[in-house]
């Protein structure tokens, strides 16, 4: 799965979790970037917006 955010390309690992039945979506390439959701849609969503605001503080560190 790829996820869009502001004309960037990530590649996302999507998984359901076996314990809580959630979606656990993370993005290998952004360490510790991750989240989840109670559907597929809905961790989907939650990652694009947990990359941002990943990008946003590695820009404002001057990481990236």
Do not use: F
């Amino acid at each position: 799965t790829t996820s869009n955010t502001k004309d960037m390309k990530w590649r996302v690992v999507l998984e359901p979790d076996s314990e809580t039945h959630d979606w656990a979506v993370w993005c290998p390439e952004l360490s510790g970037c991750m989240s989840a959701g109670v559907t597929q849609e809905d961790a989907l969503s939650n990652i694009c917006e947990a990359i941002e605001l990943y990008l946003q503080t590695q820009k404002t560190q001057n990481s990236i």
